[in-house]
Structures are given as structure tokens and as C-alpha cells.
């Protein structure tokens, strides 16, 4: 899938280790997901990816190495939606577009090679940029869960989802 100045390509070998340099500390690890811990290593990111598929990366348009990930998990055909997951843009990114390309390469994903009309993801209540960016990408709070971040604080997280269903023309 070709987007401005970036493109979405497969996870391929060697990716992960990358990945893991975007994290920069236990709070941007935790944010990634709960269940992961700091540092953040390949090992762990290919552990998650057991449950979960279509694990891409967006590259610039000449190919460079990734510039941030993403993954898709628990598919449910009866209610055609799935999860958005481990989501991280390289600091050096972000604010270029990066990440508004990898959400519409995973929107697509999701809508033309799974036929989904809903992604969901969860937001952790400790990052109002991520809070924002997903809401100007067409997500919208729907509920939300209790969590423990690696301080030990009980912090909320929501529970976001966007329809992925194409608008008639006018």
C-alpha cells in the first residue's frame, strides 16, 4: 500500500530489533502494552505476535528501515471487528506523518483483507497526544478497563473504535 512519502510492507526479519529502539523508556514500553516490560527487546514482541497477525511496519518511500509498527489481534467474524495493537512510531517520526500512515495502512488492512467494518484498540490514560490522535483518526471513546502501570498507579484505559465501513459517494 503506497501513502505519502511512506509505505506499509510485512514485518520482515530483523524488524523487531528496530522496533525495540523506538521505545525509550518503562512508561512509552507500558504504553505499547501492559504486558510488556523495559527495556523492550524482540524477544518479548515476538512472543505477542503468537496471538496476533498481519504485523506491519512503514518505511519511507525509498525503503529505509521501519519507522514504526503495528499489529492486528482478536479477529471476531461475528461482529466484524478486530483490535489494533503494539503501536509505536520511531521518536525521530513523529509528527511527519508516520503514524497517520500506519493507522491508514491498518484501517486498510483490516477492511480489504479481513472484510472488517470496526477496529478497536485500548488508549492508556497516561498519554493525551496518543488520546488526540486517535480521536482525529476517526476513533471514538466506548468504554474503558482499569489497569496498573509499571509504578504500581491504577490508571484507566479506553477502549476506542473507529468504523472502517466506506461512505457512499455523494
Known sequence: MELTGFKARALQPGDLETVCTFAADAA???????????P???????????NRFSPTVIVSEDGSGPLGYANLYDLDEASGSCWLGNVIVSPACRGTGAAPALIAAMKDTARREYGLRTLK????????????FYCKHGFQPCGYKYLINPDGQKIVS????????VSPAP
Open 121 to 132: 484498540l485500548f488508549y492508556h490514560c497516561t498519554n493525551t497526544r496518543a488520546l488526540l
Open 158 to 165: 479506553i477502549e476506542m473504535q473507529t468504523s472502517l465501513e
Open 40 to 50: 523492550l527487546t524482540a524477544e518479548q514482541m515476538q512472543r505477542a505476535l503468537e
Open 28 to 38: 512509552e514500553v507500558f504504553n505499547i502494552s501492559p504486558k510488556f516490560h523495559h
